[in-house]
C-alpha cells in the first residue's frame, strides 16, 4: 500500500462516522417533516370525519327522501373546511400564534385541504348511482396521490424519493460502517506481509500497530450500528406510512356514510363552485340559513301530508 493510500484510508475511517452523523441529522429532520406534512393533511381528514359522524347522528332514516350524494359531500367537505381553518384562525387571533401560521404557509396545509376538496368533488359529481357502494378507496387514494402540496416537501422537493431513501438508511449505515473497518484491516494486513519473524521487536511493532489500526477501524462499525439504531427507532417513531393509511381511511369511511345515506348523485345545475378563498364566516352563515330553509320546508310538506283528525 502505498503512502498516499494509506493516508487516504486513515482520513476515510477517521471522518466516516462525522459523515454518518451528518446523514443521520439531515434524514432524521427530513423525515420529520415528511411525518409533520403528512400528519397536517390528515388534520382535515379527522375533521371530515368529525363532521359526517356529527351529520350521521342527528339524520332519521326516511325523513328526509331525494338526497344528493354530490350535494351532500360537497356540504360536508365545505363545512370541515371553512369551520376548521375559520376556528384555526380565531384561535391564533386569540392566543398571538405565529408559528401555527408560518407551519401552514410553509406546509401548504390550507392550499392542500382546498386541492383536495376541489379534487374529490370533481371526481364525485361523475359518479353513476347504483345500489352498491362505488369504489370511493380508489378516488379517495388517486385524490391524495396527486395533490402536489402533499406530495412535495415544502411544495418544492418530492416526498416519496425522500421517505424511500430516508427507510434505507439503517441498513446503509451498517454498509457503511463494515465497510470503514474493512477499509483498516485491509490496510493493515499489507504490513503484516513485510514482517522478520527473525526480528521479534520489530514484528511485535507491527503487531501492536495493526491491532492499533483495527481497533480504530473498528469504531466505524460501532457508529453505524448506533446510526443505524437510532434511524429505526426515528423511522418507526415517525412514520408517514401509518398517518397517510390512518388518513385514508377516514377519508374514504366518512364517503361511505354519505353514500349509504343518499338516495343518488344529481348535480344541480345552479350548484356555486367550491371557492377557498371565500369568507369562512360568510360561507358558514350562508350554509346555516340554507340548512334553516330546507328544514322549515321539510316541516311543511310533512305536515301537508299528515292526515287530519275527524272533529
Known amino acids: 500500500m502505498t503512502m498516499s493510500t ?17 446523514v443521520f441529522l439531515g434524514g432524521a429532520f427530513f423525515r420529520v417533516v415528511i411525518w409533520y406534512t403528512v400528519k397536517r393533511h390528515e388534520w382535515f381528514a379527522r375533521e371530515f370525519e368529525k363532521r359526517v359522524a356529527r351529520f ?23 363545512r370541515s373546511f371553512y369551520e376548521g381553518f375559520a376556528v384555526r384562525d380565531r384561535l391564533r387571533r386569540r392566543r398571538g400564534d405565529g ?3 408560518l407551519s401552514d404557509r410553509v406546509f401548504l396545509v390550507k392550499q392542500g ?23 370511493l378507496l380508489g378516488i379517495t387514494r388517486a385524490t391524495f396521490h396527486h395533490n402536489p402540496c402533499f406530495n412535495r416537501v415544502f ?47 520489530n514484528t511485535k511493532n507491527i503487531m501492536d500497530r495493526f491491532l492499533q489500526e483495527i481497533s480504530f477501524a473498528m469504531q466505524t462499525s460501532i457508529a453505524g450500528i448506533v446510526f443505524s439504531l437510532l434511524s429505526h427507532i426515528v423511522n418507526v417513531m415517525y412514520s408517514p406510512e401509518r398517518v397517510y ?17 343518499s338516495d343518488n348523485n344529481d348535480y344541480p345545475l345552479d350548484e356555486k363552485a367550491f371557492d377557498e378563498h371565500r369568507d369562512p364566516v360568510e360561507a358558514l352563515a350562508e350554509d346555516a340559513v340554507n ?13 301537508q301530508v299528515r292526515p287530519v283528525k275527524a272533529s
Open 113 to 135: 385541504c382546498a386541492w383536495l376538496v376541489k379534487d374529490i368533488l370533481n371526481q364525485l359529481k361523475f359518479l353513476k348511482w347504483t345500489q352498491e357502494t362505488p369504489k
Open 155 to 201: 411544495g418544492v422537493l418530492p416526498m416519496t424519493a425522500f421517505n424511500d431513501l430516508i427507510s434505507i438508511l439503517p441498513g446503509l449505515f451498517v454498509i457503511a460502517g463494515i465497510l470503514g473497518t474493512f477499509v483498516g484491516i485491509a490496510g493493515g494486513l499489507q504490513e503484516l506481509g513485510g514482517m522478520n519473524l527473525q526480528d521479534l521487536e
Open 245 to 261: 393509511v390512518s388518513m385514508v381511511d377516514r377519508f374514504e369511511s366518512s364517503l361511505d356514510l354519505l353514500w349509504y345515506r
Open 56 to 78: 350521521m347522528e342527528s339524520e332519521k332514516p326516511g325523513v328526509v327522501k331525494n338526497v344528493s350524494f354530490y350535494v351532500l359531500a360537497k356540504r360536508m367537505l365545505e
Open 291 to 303: 340548512a334553516e330553509a330546507g328544514r322549515a320546508s321539510r316541516t311543511r310538506d310533512m305536515d
Open 6 to 22: 494509506k493516508i487516504f484510508a486513515e482520513y476515510f475511517i477517521l471522518t466516516l462516522p462525522y459523515v454518518m452523523g451528518l
Open 99 to 101: 408559528v401555527m401560521a
